[in-house]
């Protein structure tokens, strides 16, 4: 149905995953990813298969993403800026209008392109939907930063106060509170709108925390696994935010690039919104205390009393739109962590950069302290 494909971000963590699989079906693909230094210091990173063409570009330059787009039928935007740092244009700039300008790109040139997958995030559902015992569910406000410089964590009902449960989160549900979350919102109104208005089908795929080989060590926005694995390699415990027991569910890169090509190849995907995630919630004490017993550490998890702005606090998808086109996430956590931590050990010295990180962090006021501790 398809045959030559373009992976922006293929460099990339997902991507790099997502275009082996490809190749293995017996796709030609292309490659553009502008190998950003604080995803890949080293350069072009040796795992992109000598099969695929690669071309060293930006998604937001009109000339490299024409040069790009030509000739492919078929498309993963999958490159993306994210970051927790208060650099707002950089994520629109990026995420968004490189999404608008590929549709540009396509009807200026009348492109003959098929489908376009799009990397959406669970971060455009925000906190999501919560339930109070007695007033039903809610669509949650960020909790305000006076609530959490008190300790206090849990989402409230905005009528009676009471300390509520999360609901799991469904494609319907939109409110993106932070500018990545944002960026990544845009995309999707811009791929259903623009897609179904010139005929040329999208989907969005808002994936949760991916966990796999790959992953980024250098690259902030990686999240917990990078930072956990830093600290227990350097034998410094894992430090977690808030009280730890916030929710979230992790879901394997290789079940990812699956459930990629299912809806690239299953016209049933065709202008729709998909989670894609673990189903599985975990706190994150529970999920560090996975990582350690992975990782073979003695170490126990500390919780000072910090918080980082903007953070959600329980986020757990629904997977069973994804399930009804045949998806389910075969590898569990441990498994995924195990790929992670044999991965890492192949990468080298692993330096702790996270003190450095968490003072910036601080000092940008991205992570605050509990006035009462
Ligand atoms: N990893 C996750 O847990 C996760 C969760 C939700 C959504 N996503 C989304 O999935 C996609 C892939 O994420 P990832 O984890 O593989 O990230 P990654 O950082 O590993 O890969 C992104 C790739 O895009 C490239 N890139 C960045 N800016 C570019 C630009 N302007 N032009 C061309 N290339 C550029 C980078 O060099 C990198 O190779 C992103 O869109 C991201 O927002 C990821």
């Known amino acids: 149905m398809y045959k030559h494909v373009l ?9 790099s995953h997502t275009v082996d699989l490809l190749i293995s079906k017996g796709y030609k693909v292309r490659i553009l990813d502008s190998l950003q230094r604080r995803v890949h210091p080293k350069g072009k990173p040796g795992y992109i298969p000598p099969e695929a063409e690669f071309i060293l570009g930006d998604v937001s330059s009109p000339k490299d993403l024409y040069r790009s787009l030509r000739g492919v039928d078929a498309v993963f935007h999958m490159a993306a800026y994210q970051d927790y740092m208060p650099d707002f244009g950089h994520f629109i700039h990026t995420n968004t209008e490189s999404t608008a300008l590929m549709f540009e790109l396509i009807l200026a040139n009348r492109l003959p392109i098929k489908k376009i997958v799009f990397a959406s995030s669970q971060a455009v559902a925000g906190d999501g939907k919560w339930n109070c015992k007695n007033h039903g569910e809610f669509w ?36 993106p509170i932070t500018t990545y979350g944002i960026s990544k919102y845009a995309v999707e109104l811009l791929a259903q709108t623009l897609g179904k208005k010139y005929l040329i089908p999208t989907v969005c795929l808002r994936y949760t925390y991916v966990q796999g080989p790959r992953n980024s060590i250098y690259n902030a926005y990686s999240g ?33 690039a699956r459930a990629n090509l299912i809806v690239l190849e299953d016209p049933r995907a065709n202008n729709e919104i998909f989670f894609v995630g673990g189903g ?6 529970e999920f560090a205390r996975t990582m350690l017993k992975v990782f073979n550490s003695k170490l126990e998890p500390q919780i000072p009393g910090i918080f980082r702005v903007g953070d ?62």
């Open 7 to 15: 992976v922006t971000g293929g460099a990339g963590f997902i991507g």
């Open 140 to 175: 949650a406000e960020p909790r305000p930063i006076e609530q959490l410089e008190t300790g206090q964590w849990e989402i409230r009902c905005p009528t009676c106060k009471r300390e509520c449960k999360n609901v799991l989160m469904t494609e319907d549900i939109c409110r």
């Open 224 to 256: 917990i696994l990078r930072v956990f694995a830093m600290r227990i390699l350097n034998n410094k415990p894992p430090i977690l935010v808030e009280d730890g027991m916030g929710l979230r569910d992790y879901v394997n890169c290789a079940d990812v």
């Open 280 to 285: 599985k919630a975990y706190s994150a004490i």
């Open 312 to 373: 959600t606090r329980s986020t757990v998808s629904d997977i069973s739109r994804l399930n009804k086109l045949g998806w389910i996430p075969k590898v569990s956590l441990e498994k995924s962590l195990a790929a992670y931590r044999d991965w890492l050990l192949t990468q080298g010295r692993i330096e702790d950069v996270s003190n450095e990180a968490m003072k910036n962090m601080i000092r940008q006021k991205v992570i605050r302290k509990v006035k009462n501790i």
